[in-house]
Structure formats: structure tokens, C-alpha cells
């Protein structure tokens, strides 16, 4: 067990084993409630029990009625519960708006964040969003936000558990020190992680902060937050660790000798090989900075992140 976290993230009542579906039966999920249940305080909301739907009830789907998607009973269709599901996610947002991630169940007409069925005449199509997920996102368009089906994929888990901690820190700046140079700080600290992902866009965002006096303040901080999300959602490639690794070893260049140099190398190279996870690299990089402190490297979320984030660099 770890330190109990601030962060909260939303979730699906029944992902956590409440029994709250149509059938009073739940879809636990042993990793959230065995794994990120230590690392992360959730908050559980079935909005169709919220909407007085009852346990056991009629199923829902969502269906196209005259081009626009409704979502009604699927046997008495004249159960349309479309405005109430997205109403309910309206009135949540006194608790929606303290969330660094939300966690949603994956092919449900309310919760489901993409690829819902939406039945017409013919075939059903896979284009749908969950009522209540879509005014969600809407509502909170940088809001991390994933399906407990994905992230049983390592690097998806990754990428979305990454995304909270950033987006969590990014509210701490925001409530303690909503400025220019917070905005700097935050960003050199993220640097490392945001270069994993696109290098690119990286120092681009980089710049954006750099050529700015903090004019329009509100503004550049919307833009940057828009820039940071995205290429968060950019899956970080093994090519581009292995660059920002590169990148991280050349600030040691002066002090480490010939025999660590080929150790970092070859332990470099064997993560590039797939022959060890990201964390061994790391660790070794760790090491050695902390015997030659850097000051820039030292506050790097890269280099030392929390160890919520820490363990799953053991899967990639
Ligand atoms: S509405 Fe959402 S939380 Fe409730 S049972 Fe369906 S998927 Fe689970």
C-alpha cells in the first residue's frame, strides 16, 4: 500500500464492483480496484441509477432518430432518456471540476467514451459516445479520460495514468502559482516527459512559453494547456525514450568515466532492444545524478516521478 493520494479520478460505479447495472450486477475491474485503487482516491457515479432509472431496469441504447441520437428503452422506446443523462452530468460538475481523470465503461450508451453502438434501421454503428460521457468531455475538454478495456494495454495505462498526474500538477500551478514564470517551471519540469512524445511539438511548446512576456496571461496558459494534452495523448515511441535518454546522459559528459559511459550505453541500447523496461535506463541515469547533481535535471518529472507513474515504467 502507498501513501493515500490527493488525486481524485471519476469512474463508472460499477468498474469498482458496485451493482449497479440493469441486471444488479457490476464489471469490477481487478486492476483499478487491486492496482490504482492505491495510487488514486475515486469517485464513483452510475448516472442512469442517478437519473432514477432503478436497479434492475430496462436496457438502453442508442439509436438515430432523424439524424440526431437519441437514447431510449430497448423495448419501450418511448423511454427517452437522453436529456436526463446529459442534464446529470451538467448538475455533477460541483465534483467533476476537483477530477485529474475519469475512468468510464466501455460500450455503454451513458458512460462509454467512444465506439458506442448507435442502432437505425440497418446495422448499428460503432460511432457513438455514452450520453453522460459526452457532456463530460465537453465540459472538460482536457480532462484525461479512458476505458477500463484500454488500459489493460500497457502503453495506453501508461499514457493515461501519466496524463493525470501531469493534469493534476497542472491544477496545483494553477491554484498556487498562476503566472508567467509558474508557467516556465511547470514546463521545464515536464520537458523530459513532453520530448518521450513528440520532440517536436515539444520545443515548440517550449517556445511558445519563452517569446511570451505574460501578457494575455489567461490566454497563453489556455493555449499551452491545449498543446500540453495533445501531444500527452501522443503515445511516447521507444525511439523517442531512447532520444530523451541520449539527450539526459549528455549532461553527464564531463563526469562520468569510460567504463559508465559503456554501461549507460549498453543499458541504453538494451531498452531500445526491448531486452529491459524504460525503469533500468532510469534508474541508472538516477544514480549517476546523484552524484553529479544538475540542477535543471534534478527537478525533472522525467527523471523522478511520482511513484505512482514510477511503476509503470516496469511494463515499457
Ligand atoms: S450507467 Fe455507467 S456506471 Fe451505471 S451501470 Fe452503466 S456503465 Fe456502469
New binding site residues.
Partial sequence: MHAASQIKIGI????LGEP???DSGH?KNAYITGVLNDYFEFVP?????AIGLGIPRETIRLVSIDNAVRCVGTKNTDLDVTKKLDDVAEEQRHWHDDLSGYI??KD?P??GMERVKIYSKGAPNRKGIGI?AKRLMDNYPFLPVEEEGRLENAQLRENFIHRVYIYSRWKNMCAEDFSISGLQQFHAKHKYILMSHNQQQARALGALLANSNGDELNALADQYLHSLMAILKIIATKKNHVNTLQHLQGYLKTNIDADDKAELNAVIADYRNGLLPLIVPITLLRHHFRKYPNEYITQSYYMAPHPGELMLLNDI
Avoid at 463508472?12 to 468498474?15: A, P
Fill in positions: 463508472s460505479s460499477c468498474l449497479v447495472r440493469f464489471k457515479f452510475c448516472p442512469e441509477v468510464v465503461k455503454s451513458s458512460c453522460y
